[in-house]
């Protein structure tokens, strides 16, 4: 498939993943993607997962053709693109590999070698390794999301090759009516959300570049309307809102902090909210609910008192928001007890840590059900997140 005069994409496509690194469904599948540049020397960039190494070897074999790839460039080693780096060597044993010191100590151990023994050049930042036409400069990007991760840019094409970084859930042959963001976001939260600061620091990095297509290790090549992608991962590397709306993330055990939060959407929309986004979290899909949570600039969490500690979904998801540095929210509580409610005490607790939240003050305090009394409260939350 052809990127430009001189680069081609040689990735293969994933319906048979269950959970995508052990723990995101993906019901459109996943794309490991793979590309080569053909010039007077020819480079290889990544490879795929172990279990596609024979199809990637035949799409790179039938876009060479008679010549011979001259170097592999491993930009990140997650498994999911560096298992057949290995058995790129046993069939081309005189390519040169061209990666970053540490990526070359995880080579050690993941496979065994770190290629000393073979033809390798260690690159850092800034870096560049002429092609003939193409010049490659490295541009690291640590922790986007691992440490020994780089970006390369071909100034030759204005093509950035931009490893897991604008990278989606999906594979390639599958039509995704809903477009880029809503699985762009569900991957960039779950797996790169908590680096936020390590984004900014690549973002800047590339402010200078002139650039006309991003070539990412999953996802779609990004080839129109730069511009929206690198302001979009402006907007969630900063932890800002990216959409006007409320999101309201609940467990019920019986129904009744359901309900709740069911009645506060239906104020939150009769008071003119946007959008209000509502989950169930131990129903749904979790990474969607923390997307939502991360999207929007307002978030409610509802939860059970439950063993003198809050229930234990709601336990985990807000888990997974800390560790992914949620922050810059408007957060409203609602506690439900039957005989000692302290859920809002043990959710602010668990918060304490994260920086620039607003936490409306009451929290909405439900006595096994829903009366009149938490019913006021309800509306007073709802105003206060309206405000
Ligand atoms: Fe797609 Fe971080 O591997």
Redesign the pocket.
């Known amino acids: 498939m052809r990127v430009t005069d001189d680069i081609r994409y040689i990735g293969v496509n994933d319906h048979e993943v269950d959970l995508f690194e052990g723990q995101y469904i993906v019901p459109n599948g996943m794309a490991y993607n793979s590309y080569v540049i053909l010039d007077e020397k020819t480079a290889v960039m990544d490879s795929v997962d172990a279990r596609f190494g024979e199809e990637w070897l035949a799409n790179l074999a039938g876009e060479l053709g008679s010549r011979k790839p001259d170097y592999l460039i491993v930009q990140?080693m997650?498994p999911?693109?560096s298992a057949n780096i290995m058995r790129f060597l046993e069939a081309w044993p005189e390519a040169t590999v061209v990666s970053s010191a540490k990526a070359f100590q995880m080579m050690k151990n993941f496979y065994g070698s770190d290629l000393s023994d073979r033809k390798r050049i260690v690159v850092g930042d800034k870096d560049t390794l002429e092609l003939g036409r193409h010049t490659l400069t490295f541009v690291t990007a640590p922790m986007v999301?691992?440490p020994e991760v780089f970006f390369t840019y071909d100034s030759t094409d204005r093509v950035l090759f931009s490893a897991?970084a604008f990278?989606k859930f999906g594979a390639l042959d599958v039509e995704d009516p809903e477009g880029w963001a809503c699985e762009a976001r569900r991957y960039y939260f779950g797996?790169v959300g908590k680096y936020g600061a390590q984004v900014q620091a690549v973002l800047k990095k590339l402010a200078g570049l002139e650039l006309k297509i991003i070539c990412p290790?999953?996802g779609p090549v990004l080839d129109e309307n730069l511009a929206y992608y690198l302001e979009t991962y402006q907007t969630w590397s900063s932890y800002g809102t990216e959409s006007e709306g409320i999101v309201i993330n609940y467990t019920s055990v019986y129904g009744h902090t359901r309900q709740a939060a069911e009645e506060l959407a239906e104020l939150l929309r009769a008071k003119g909210c946007p959008k209000v986004a509502v989950n169930d979290l131990a129903r749904c899909d979790m990474p969607e609910a923390v997307e939502d949570t991360f999207r929007y600039g307002k978030a409610v969490l509802a939860t059970t008192t439950y063993n003198a500690d809050i229930f234990p979904v709601m336990k985990t998801f807000i888990e997974h928001l800390t560790e992914r540095n949620w922050q810059n929210k408007t957060v409203g509580l609602i506690e439900n007890g039957s005989w000692a409610p302290t859920a809002a005490k043990t959710m602010k607790a668990m918060l304490e840590g994260s920086k620039n939240l607003t936490l409306l003050e009451p929290a909405v305090k439900i006595t096994s059900a829903l009366n009149a009394d938490s019913r006021a409260q309800l509306e007073q939350l709802a105003d206060a997140l309206m405000a």
Request: glycine fraction near 10%; charge should be negative.
């Open positions: 990140h997650e999911d693109h999301h691992w897991d990278g797996i290790l999953h």
